[in-house]
């Protein structure tokens, strides 16, 4: 601080230093993490809600794709459609019955890693200190235990919501069985293509439920970057958010299923 005598008057001016612009953010970031909702710091809420708008929002556009942007779930929908015309006509149905087979066994599986990765969430929520220590050997992102549970029960709910699916979309994958075996085989049957259009709208809402299962199962890996901090978990949000869209609006596959796409 100096004194200045201009006038006979003192007048008081501080000098500000070089620093202060440095000072200035870290207070600002000291300010971030000072507010906080239990545990969770400002940045971990704004994290949070993050990957539960990106997950609603990349489901929603997934499923509902707007006019002349058509998604890779939408186009199957179609082929589905046209898989069960051509059963109407189809004297041999093995190949069919295979199909439907091959499907179940793929939710047989998912639900059953999914279920194996709920029961290691629990168990690490009932006893998160290994993590802690980890983090401790590796200086990563400190927290309470409380914290720490918060992080693995996010991706443990994602992962019961993935196994719902799956179950779920096993048990439309049987109920589309029964309901193909029921289709006539004779194309001339004024009910064939009714029976073939039921059996396809049940079998496309098992794949509806299996695309949420995959869908819930992704954000689950996201949000387990939730464990190296809250701007990890922004990062792969983001990251498992463009991969989606990308394999639903902008893949090679999907430029292959529109050539020549059913009706």
């Not at 006893?127 to 235990?145: I, V």
């Not at 549970?149 to 439309?172: C, D, N, P, Y």
């Not at 954000?219 to 498992?240: C, D, N, V, Y």
Request: net charge positive; with cysteine; charged share 15%.
């Amino acid at each position: 601080m100096a004194v200045l005598h201009i006038g006979g008057a003192k007048h008081l001016h501080r000098h500000k230093p070089i620093w202060h612009g440095a000072q200035s953010q870290s207070n600002t970031k000291m300010m971030i993490y000072a507010y906080a909702f239990g545990p969770l710091t400002v940045l971990d809420m704004i994290a949070v809600l993050l990957l539960l708008a990106c997950w609603a929002g990349i489901g929603w556009t997934t499923e509902n794709p707007p006019k002349g942007r058509i998604s890779v779930g939408k186009l199957m929908e179609n082929y589905r459609r046209e898989w069960m015309r051509q059963l109407v006509g189809r004297q041999n149905r093995i190949f069919d019955s295979q199909m439907v087979d091959g499907l179940r066994q793929s939710t047989t599986f998912f639900a059953s890693t999914a279920l194996i990765a709920i029961g290691g969430g629990l168990a690490l929520i009932a006893d998160p200190k290994p993590l802690t220590d980890l983090a401790s050997d590796f200086d990563l992102a400190a927290g309470t235990e409380l914290l720490w549970e918060m992080r693995i029960l996010t991706a443990v709910l994602f992962g019961a919501l993935a196994f719902q699916k799956f179950v779920w979309s096993h048990r439309l994958f049987s109920y589309a069985a029964i309901a193909m075996a029921a289709v006539p085989n004779d194309c001339d049957d004024p009910i064939a293509y009714a029976r073939a259009e039921q059996a396809a709208d049940v079998n496309i809402n098992a794949a509806k439920s299996f695309n949420r299962g995959l869908r819930n199962v992704y954000f689950a890996l996201a949000s387990m970057a939730w464990l190296l901090g809250p701007e990890a978990l922004i990062i792969s949000t983001l990251f498992t958010t463009a991969m989606l869209w990308r394999r639903e609006f902008a893949s090679d596959s999907r430029a292959s299923l529109l050539v020549n796409p059913p009706k």
